[in-house]
């Protein structure tokens, strides 16, 4: 078995500064001022060992995580990662003191619960080797799990607990959880659980079975009636083997159609797209050899009209006397010849114009032919690729019509398996059933063996010299012959119950049980969480001297501040690993020899938040 030590306690949040105590591995000492935060390290430390509930203070607004580090048993580093307000702690095996953004190697639940598997308090008690520890819980000898908040209890003393009245040992002051927190004492100090022993119930437990008999045989025959057909379990676990083959083997073959399917579409998307850009090129040469083929009958035009202007001048000039018909020269300014000239010149530009439009047409015609062939290449390709086309079409026709059934069977399958698996469902709610009733119905009526009630008397008295030895240490006057009432689970000392003391002596009292129980533990090698943390364990013993009246009968007590120096002076020597949380500072020689803080109250104090 094993121990834990606490490495640090650290808040966290984006854009805050890190507020971070890091515990020594013996004494560390939190001193100062009320209202810095020391109570709230306290609370913060039981609230992320399992703690259920943290009041947050204002100048905790803005941090998201608290972490808290630990060495377990084994040396290993772990942190505890919780968001105040939730019930989930993010646990990382290694040491890490700021925000943390990486995901967790493990999530339990912060607060145990006997019906959860994972929660911190199975972690850690399996760290420590008492996962299997039970505990007895009640008259009857029944048992539970030893829990973390068992331990944590009886070694995290809050301020408010440390003068409370109600017993050290006793966590809630109910009678139904007395025996457990009892059986807790008994284990700490003895290392032996409780026996898991079959009790049986009592007269009343019997009138309750037989009613919850009669439930769950209604339950029964309600179960029994949504069974969907008579088949029996091994029928259904018979069937539905055979219909998950079938589902696997029309899976397949979905696959395989659907695969088919998938690659014909691609393929038709890609035959579409290309028969568009033939289509649209197509268009392109179509409109082209038009545009070309009316310029080509224009220059055909355009010559044929240039060869009658040519004739036709020549027979004019030829036959018209007059007033020339190329110049428009009167006959009496006409020279000799003057006709034939003038028809010389119309010849020459209107060959020259037409030598013109013949190399157009001669560039022209070339061109018209590559988009005759080209437009003629892109029909033959054209039609290709729409046969193509067209078979894909016809392929995902047939495709679709084969997925159809298949898909259809393979529903049909998959709600055949749901139903076989509903109807075994039930088959086995109702054996689950059937079992309870039949282990109800089949217990006896009295315990075959009860176990131990209470600690041997040699193991007590050894406690009780641990005990007497730690308050003559501190030189706690007025508190002779002080011991553990294991009947009463409750502390006596000078022949009065610590309830019964003033509350600086509670306190005293409760702080010497506590680091009593710890010491016990860990020099006998005995189960034991590994530290104490004690808050405001001595802070009515500040005054050099003074009387506290305790009973009207009793004389008054005289305190001297020497306990608070001989206090610090016994826990230099603890053999655990112990932090104390006090207003008043320590002596100079625990501030040279242990971890200290000091928070202060001043203008810009320095306390645990910023």
């Known amino acids: 078995m094993g121990s834990l030590q606490l490495v640090h306690l650290t808040y966290a949040g984006s854009g805050k500064p890190s507020a971070q105590i890091v515990f020594g591995s013996e004494l560390t000492t939190i001193y100062g001022a009320s209202d810095t935060g020391k109570t709230f390290i306290v609370r913060s430390v039981e609230y992320m060992l399992g703690g259920s509930q943290l009041t947050m203070v204002p100048q905790a607004e803005g941090y998201t995580q608290i972490l808290l580090g630990l060495l377990l048993p084994d040396g290993s580093p772990l942190t505890l990662v919780r968001r105040p307000g939730t019930n989930s702690t ?8 700021d925000l943390v953004h990486r995901p967790a190697d493990a999530i339990v639940n912060s607060v145990h619960n006997a019906r959860s598997k994972n929660s911190l308090s199975i972690h850690l008690m399996r760290a420590m080797g008492l996962d299997e520890v039970l505990i007895r819980k009640n008259e009857a000898g029944g048992t539970r799990s030893l829990t973390l908040t068992d331990l944590v209890y009886l070694s995290l003393v809050t301020e408010d607990r440390m003068i409370a009245m109600p017993s050290p040992v006793l966590r809630t002051g109910t009678a139904t959880t007395r025996t457990a927190e009892m059986s807790v004492m008994r284990f700490l100090l003895t290392g032996e659980g409780d026996p898991s022993i079959d ?26 009636a949504k069974l969907e057909t008579d088949e029996s379990e091994r029928d259904l676990k018979d069937r539905l083997v055979r219909v998950k083959t079938s589902i696997d083997a029309q899976s397949t073959a979905l696959r395989t159609a659907d695969e088919r399917h998938r690659e014909a579409v691609r393929e038709r998307m890609k035959r579409s797209r290309r028969l568009a850009g033939l289509d649209e090129r197509l268009a392109e040469v179509s409109d082209l050899l038009g545009r070309f083929s009316l310029l080509e009958a224009q220059y055909r035009s355009d010559l044929e ?25 009167d006959p009496e300014h006409q020279h000799a010849g003057h006709s034939e000239q003038e028809a010389t010149q119309l010849h020459i530009a209107v060959q020259a114009e037409a030598a013109k439009t013949t190399a157009l047409l001669t560039d022209l015609l070339p061109t018209i032919a590559d988009l005759a ?8 390709t054209w039609r290709t690729a729409q046969n193509d086309l067209q078979a894909l079409e016809e392929l995902i026709a047939e495709a679709e019509a084969q997925l159809a059934p298949l898909r259809e069977g ?16 039930l088959h086995t709610r109702i054996a689950e059933l059937e079992e309870k009733r039949s282990r109800l119905d089949g217990e006896a009526a009295v315990p075959a063996t009860r176990p131990a009630d209470y600690i041997a008397a040699r193991i007590v008295n050894d406690f009780d010299s641990v005990l007497q030895r730690t308050l003559a240490d501190w030189d706690v ?10 009947y009463n689970a409750e502390i006596q000392a000078g022949g009065r119950p610590r309830a019964g003391r003033g509350k600086g002596v509670r306190s005293v009292l409760h702080s010497a049980f506590t680091t009593s129980l710890a010491r016990f533990c860990i020099e006998r090698d005995l189960p034991h969480i590994g530290f104490v943390v004690l808050d405001s364990p001595v802070v009515t013993y500040r005054q050099p001297v003074k009387y506290v009246p305790q ?7 005289r305190i001297t501040s020497t306990v608070v120096d001989r206090f610090y002076e016994d826990m230099l020597a603890f053999p655990g690993q112990a932090v104390i949380i006090e207003n008043g500072d320590p002596p100079f020689g625990v501030l040279s ?15 645990f938040l910023p």
């Open 551 to 557: 009973d009207p009968d009793l004389p008054d007590v």
């Open 305 to 329: 009209r240039l060869v009658m202007v040519n004739e036709a001048g020549s027979i004019l000039g030829y036959f018209r006397v007059g007033t020339c018909v190329f110049c428009g020269a």
């Open 373 to 380: 062939r080209e437009q003629e290449e892109i029909t033959r």
């Open 90 to 97: 993010h646990l990382h095996f290694e040491d890490l003191r």
């Open 477 to 486: 006057p007025a508190v002779d012959n002080p011991g553990y009432d294991q």
């Open 199 to 224: 009790t049986g119930p009592n007269a009343g437990q019997r009138r309750v079975n037989r009613g919850q008999i009669n439930l769950l045989d209604q339950l029964v025959i309600d179960l029994y």
């Open 410 to 425: 393979l529903q049909e399958l998959l709600e055949a398996r749901s139903a076989i698996e509903r109807g075994l469902e």
């Open 593 to 607: 020899e242990a971890t200290t803080y000091n928070f202060t109250a001043a203008d810009g104090r320095r306390g």
